[in-house]
């Protein structure tokens, strides 16, 4: 009368029908070959979770007894395939130039094992063609605010979710009351606006002589490009 619709047991019933937490498990050498051959011939994680629901439906073992037995006798499902010399050189040739997930479907493998194996090979998964909007206001030294209304009002534009470096340096040119040359990143600056700065790398041959070149100060670039330090528009940010 009071047992419950779904299988007919009172609370106290079904407390008395749970398995004894102090119960001795019995393994003999039938089970462990079952278990054996559930992880040997699965050939995915579904299959081996129904063969283990099998194996506890016969025995009467609890599933965590069961997934314990398979620990103490070192069985370990994984079907995850090697990576060939041929993926790895793809890895290397595209890495920075495509999206993890453009690699893994290239190479018909999940994102998660693309990601694994960059890591893996210390290779970075960043592409490294333009900018993001967060790159840029690092570099900038402005608000995401600030980048956003540039977007907007089309003085920034977007391909692929990357801002291009023309782009960006079309920007610089034309709208240099926007930012503030005390809160740019210096280096990646001269090396946009000046290529020659950045053109001649020097080499470890023992001394020569050569012709050096003053790099123009900040107030120089800014007399250059009629940047006051706290004119109309400057981003404070």
Not at 16 to 36: H, M, N, Y
Not at 73 to 90: I, P, Y
Not at 160 to 186: C, M, N, T, W
Request: aromatic fraction near 8%; charged fraction near 25%.
């Amino acid at each position: 009368m009071r047992g419950c619709a779904s299988d007919g047991l009172c609370h106290s019933c079904r407390m008395l029908a749970r398995p004894c937490v102090q119960r001795k498990f019995s393994w003999t050498p039938e089970l462990d070959g079952i278990l054996r051959r559930s992880y040997t011939h699965a050939k995915s994680r579904a299959e081996l979770s129904a063969s283990i629901t099998d194996l506890q439906h016969r025995c009467g073992f609890t599933r965590n007894v069961i997934l314990g037995r398979a620990v103490q006798l070192g069985l370990s499902f994984s079907n995850r395939r090697g990576w060939t010399d041929a993926e790895v050189s793809v890895l290397r040739t595209y890495a920075g130039r495509a999206t993890p997930k453009a690699l893994a479907t290239k190479l018909n493998r999940t994102h998660s094992s693309v990601k694994a194996k960059l890591k893996d090979l210390s290779l970075s998964a960043r592409i490294r063609k333009g900018y993001t909007q967060d790159d840029l206001r690092q570099l900038l030294g402005v608000s995401t605010k600030s980048i956003k209304d540039w977007l907007a009002w089309g003085w920034l534009r977007m391909v692929q979710k990357r801002i291009p470096e023309a782009s960006v340096i079309k920007f610089l040119r034309l709208h240099s009351e926007q930012y503030h040359l005390g809160r740019v990143d210096q280096a990646w600056f001269k090396g946009l606006m000046f290529p020659a700065f950045n053109s001649a790398e020097r080499k470890d041959d023992g001394p020569r002589r050569t012709s050096h070149r003053v790099a123009p100060s900040t107030a120089e670039l800014q007399k250059a490009y009629g940047i006051s330090e706290s004119g109309p528009g400057v981003d404070v940010a």
